[in-house]
């Protein structure tokens, strides 16, 4: 996931480390926040992947700034990812965000499309956060625990708007509706 956010800002314009770290935070602090620790060593993996490199330009003090920008590779290893992400990267709803903030540098609406309809594929298979004894999915209205019981109406809801999201999206990306 930090790396394709990492990816995916760099696409758009070249960036030094705190502007990066500010714009993945926007996208996934809620959820899972970014440390130096963790963002440093995965620009310098990627730096030596040839993906991304560092250039020196002034910076308001006496020490200069390190410039992140994509390279070609950078650019093609982005656009891979995006066409066919992980198993992970779409049944994790954080992750699967993630891949759709920057789905649109992925210029071919089909393929687009492809992504989306494996989210949509995810999220109509039967599943709850809770089984009962015979190993079913518990429901909203089997369950006592009023807190579960919100649990799970939250996430229906909330599975209800994504999916209603992702059909008009990939029926617009398909030519079936207009555009999104």
């Known amino acids: 996931m930090l790396t394709l956010a990492i990816l995916g800002f760099l696409y758009d314009e070249p960036l030094h480390g705190y502007q990066l770290k500010s714009r993945v935070t926007g996208l996934t602090g809620h959820a899972r926040p970014v440390s130096d620790g963790a963002l440093y060593p995965a620009i310098t993996r990627?730096?030596?992947?040839?993906?991304?490199?560092?250039?020196?330009e002034p910076g308001s003090g006496a020490v200069p700034r390190q410039v992140l920008e994509l390279t070609a590779e950078g650019r093609a290893e982005l656009e891979r990812r995006l066409a066919d992400p992980e198993e992970v990267e779409i049944s994790d709803q954080i992750r699967f965000f993630t891949v759709a903030a920057f789905l649109d540098r992925l210029d071919d609406p089909a393929r687009q499309a492809a992504v989306l309809r494996r989210r949509l594929a995810f999220l109509?298979?039967?599943?709850?956060?809770f089984h009962d004894a015979d190993?079913?999915?518990?429901?909203?209205?089997?369950?006592?625990?009023?807190f579960r019981r919100g649990m799970l109406l939250v996430a229906r809801a909330s599975g209800a708007a994504e999916r209603a999201w992702l059909a008009e999206t990939i029926a617009a990306l398909e030519g079936d509706a207009p555009n999104v």
Do not use: I, M, N
């Open 124 to 129: 109509e298979a039967p599943s709850s956060f």
């Open 135 to 146: 190993g079913r999915p518990v429901t909203a209205e089997r369950e006592r625990d009023p």
């Open 46 to 56: 990627l730096e030596k992947a040839g993906l991304l490199r560092r250039r020196s």
